[in-house]
Structure formats: structure tokens, C-alpha cells
């Protein structure tokens, strides 16, 4: 009976060993898929969320003076015109 026992260990030492090792590369190929997605988003030269959205608040900024701007040309071509009928 005791040889049996001894039997059953070492195989369940083998499965326990063998999940470690299948655990292992799991883990290793995780690293280095990640590895090389890191790589080709930087190749790519893509923005960050935080980039992007500087740069929309930037472009609304922009969009909000330009509107300014745009009216105060337009109340002074106005101001111009009724200066000239008179």
C-alpha cells in the first residue's frame, strides 16, 4: 500500500510542478505580447487622453476668440458704413 501512496504523490507532485510551468509561460508570453503592443502604440506616435484633450480645450479657446473677434470686425464695419451715409 505504501508504494501505491508513493505512486499518487509523485504523480500529483508532477501535475503541481507542471501547472507551475504552464503558469510561468503563461505569464511570459502576457509580458511580451505586452511588450510589443507598447512598442507599436509608440511607433504609431499616438496622443494620450490627456494631449488630446488639452489641445480641445485649446481649439474651443480658439474657436470662442475667433468668434469675438469676428463680431467685433463685424460691429465695426457697421459703425463705418453709417459714418459714410451721413
Known amino acids: 500500500m505504501q508504494t501505491r501512496n508513493k505512486i499518487f504523490d509523485d504523480i500529483g507532485q508532477l501535475m503541481t510542478n507542471a501547472m507551475g510551468v504552464a503558469q510561468g509561460a503563461k505569464d511570459e508570453a502576457s509580458n511580451a505580447m505586452s511588450g510589443m503592443m507598447d512598442r507599436w502604440l509608440a511607433d504609431r506616435d499616438l496622443v494620450t487622453r490627456e494631449e488630446f ?34
Not at 56 to 76: G, S
Not at 79 to 85: D, F, I, L, P, Q
Request: proline share 0%; aromatic share 0%; glycine share 6%.
Open 53 to 86: 484633450d488639452a489641445v480641445r480645450v485649446m481649439a474651443q479657446k480658439a474657436r470662442e476668440e475667433n468668434a469675438a473677434l469676428m463680431a467685433r470686425i463685424e460691429a465695426l464695419e457697421g459703425k463705418g458704413k453709417s459714418k459714410a451715409k451721413t
